[in-house]
Nanobody
Framework: QLQASGGGLVQAGGSLRLSCAASGRTFSNYAIGWFRQAPGKEREFVAAISRGGTRTTYADSVKGRFTASRDNADNTVYLQMNSLKPEDTAVYYC?????????????????WGRGTLVTVSS
């Protein structure tokens, strides 16, 4: 089971840190992906982190602004979001993939948690 948290309302240029907490499985066996879905749009890839935390992948739209990390001892993955823009407004979800590395298609992830809303005001 996954649960994303840490969303909220922030002004453009601000920062938020999202958390994805896992329970019930061996967390370190799973790569984790972050996705977001804005109203009226499809879910899109944001970032992924390998199960060991050594490899990360980012969408071009967030590269240089967002950083994914994980603490396997604490069964938690983080998404540090800096220099937020209004277009980053969306519900953010984390997904788990039983493999070494993450992937960009949402269909590659078998487990999903409830999302957390991020709203960036201009």
């Amino acid at each position: 089971q996954l649960q994303a948290s840490g969303g909220g309302l922030v002004q453009a240029g601000g920062s938020l840190r999202l958390s994805c907490a896992a329970s019930g499985r061996t967390f370190s066996n799973y790569a984790i992906g972050w996705f977001r879905q804005a109203p009226g749009k499809e879910r899109e890839f944001v970032a992924a982190i390998s199960r060991g935390g050594t490899r990360t992948t980012y969408a071009d739209s967030v590269k240089g602004r967002f950083t994914a990390s994980r603490d396997n001892a604490d069964n938690t993955v983080y998404l540090q979001m800096n220099s937020l823009k209004p277009e980053d407004t969306a519900v953010y979800y984390c997904g788990a993939r039983f493999t070494v590395t993450g992937a960009t298609p949402a269909t590659e992830y078998a487990y999903w948690g409830r999302g957390t809303l991020v709203t960036v005001s201009s």
